[in-house]
Nanobody, 118 residues
Framework: QVQLEESGGGWVQAGDSLRLSCAAT????????MAWYRQTPGKERDFVAV????????SYADAVKGSFTISRDNAKNTVYLQMNSLTPDDTTVYYC???????????WGQGTQVTVSS
């Protein structure tokens, strides 16, 4: 079992930056693929970025390539999402996910709201 708690969301203006954090408890994140998703009410949850152990291979959604950076600190049991050059289109709730080996070994945080004004 892994419990995830996101933080760092907020209200910013277009062009600003935010860094989201996802702190894990209950298990170490070293063996988990750690990902960020985002979801607007009424729409599907969209993939944003993932960091995959053991070598930390990283993948991004096309919409955020060059603007967002995912990183992980296994010692702090935390994953981050650095978001630069934010636009109003990035306004939504961001969720952290830990994905282990099995389909049942998937955990989500409760989300953090990001609002970008023009």
């Amino acid at each position: 079992q892994v419990q995830l708690e996101e933080s760092g969301g907020g209200w910013v203006q277009a062009g600003d930056s935010l860094r989201l954090s996802c702190a894990a408890t209950g298990n170490t994140i070293g063996r988990y693929a750690m990902a960020w998703y985002r979801q607007t009410p009424g729409k599907e949850r969209d993939f944003v970025a993932v960091s995959i152990p053991p070598n930390g291979r990283i993948s991004y959604a096309d919409a955020v390539k060059g603007s967002f950076t995912i990183s992980r600190d296994n010692a702090k049991n935390t994953v981050y999402l650095q978001m630069n050059s934010l636009t109003p289109d990035d306004t939504t709730v961001y969720y952290c996910q830990a994905h282990g080996r099995g389909v049942e070994d998937v955990y989500w945080g409760q989300g953090t709201q990001v609002t970008v004004s023009s």
